[in-house]
């Protein structure tokens, strides 16, 4: 936990509230982290936009609304628990681990959320706002994330560096017909890049690409 706090720049008085911040309800345990979600959530919606109201103080209404919900979505939040390698730390069952739960995104931004509210409950509002600050500094560059063609990027990344075509296969599938989960690898020059998921194959290729991006594109 101790390096988690560093990662987050903040220390916790009530070292159980991160703990329950990081509970998935798959372990079946009394309490989880689904209400510290709730909270979180609707902390996050005031400290960005306040954050948004100062930093861009000649944007409309419309401009703020639409740079809050770049940043305040699954894919930014799921980036942010990614740098924070906050995958690895979650409590969870082992049924849900076992299908590659530390990987999917909505766990991923849902614990996100969740550490948030344990900061403000913790620390208060002003911690609450500085950790909201530190996560969103380079707003731009985040929000620059959300609706793009990752895979196009990454087969122009690899092929630049001479690495060829990402190639792309469907190593799991699971859930009923109406909620179908697929699990994708992206290969690069013959070798394993990285794993993605999501509830299309779409979806699941974007999020391998996303990863692979983070190591070929550096």
Same mark, same amino acid.
Do not use: W
């Given at each position: 936990? &101790?390096?988690?706090? &560093?990662?987050? /720049?903040?220390?916790?008085?009530?070292? *159980?509230?991160?703990?329950? *911040?990081?509970? %998935?309800?798959?372990?079946?345990?009394?309490?989880?982290?689904?209400?510290?979600?709730?909270?979180?959530?609707?902390?996050?919606? +005031?400290?960005?936009?306040?954050? @948004? +109201? $100062? #930093? +861009?103080?000649?944007?409309?209404?419309?401009?703020?609304?639409?740079?809050?919900?770049?940043?305040?979505?699954?894919?930014?939040?799921? $980036?942010?628990?990614?740098?924070?390698?906050?995958?690895? #730390?979650?409590?969870?069952?082992?049924?849900?681990?076992?299908? /590659?739960?530390?990987? #999917?995104?909505?766990?991923?931004?849902?614990?996100?959320?969740?550490?948030?509210?344990?900061?403000? @409950?913790?620390?208060?509002?002003?911690?609450?706002?500085?950790?909201?600050?530190? @996560?969103?500094?380079?707003?731009?560059?985040?929000?620059?994330?959300?609706?793009?063609?990752?895979?196009?990027?990454?087969?122009?990344?690899?092929?630049?560096?001479?690495?060829?075509?990402?190639?792309?296969?469907?190593?799991?599938?699971?859930?009923?017909? %109406?909620?179908? $989960?697929?699990?994708?690898?992206?290969?690069?020059?013959?070798? %394993? *890049?990285?794993? /993605?998921?999501?509830?299309?194959? #779409? *979806?699941?290729?974007?999020?391998?690409?996303?990863?692979?991006?983070?190591?070929?594109?550096?």
């Amino acid at each position: 936990m &101790r390096e988690l706090e &560093r990662a987050l /720049g903040y220390a916790f008085q009530d070292k *159980a509230l991160l703990t329950l *911040a990081l509970t %998935h309800p798959s372990t079946l345990e009394q309490q989880s982290n689904q209400r510290l979600e709730f909270l979180g959530d609707a902390v996050l919606e +005031y400290c960005v936009s306040e954050m @948004l +109201y $100062h #930093k +861009y103080a000649q944007a409309t209404e419309g401009e703020l609304t639409a740079r809050r919900a770049a940043l305040v979505c699954e894919e930014t939040l799921c $980036h942010l628990a990614e740098s924070l390698s906050l995958g690895g #730390k979650i409590r969870m069952g082992r049924g849900e681990e076992s299908t /590659g739960g530390r990987e #999917k995104p909505a766990i991923l931004a849902d614990a996100m959320e969740a550490v948030v509210a344990a900061v403000c @409950l913790d620390g208060g509002m002003d911690a609450a706002r500085a950790l909201a600050e530190r @996560l969103f500094a380079d707003d731009e560059a985040l929000a620059s994330r959300r609706g793009r063609d990752l895979k196009g990027e990454l087969q122009a990344c690899t092929q630049a560096q001479g690495l060829g075509l990402p190639e792309y296969r469907v190593i799991a599938e699971d859930g009923p017909a %109406h909620d179908r $989960h697929y699990t994708v690898e992206v290969m690069i020059a013959g070798a %394993h *890049a990285a794993t /993605g998921e999501g509830g299309s194959k #779409k *979806a699941a290729e974007q999020a391998a690409a996303r990863k692979a991006l983070d190591q070929y594109a550096k």
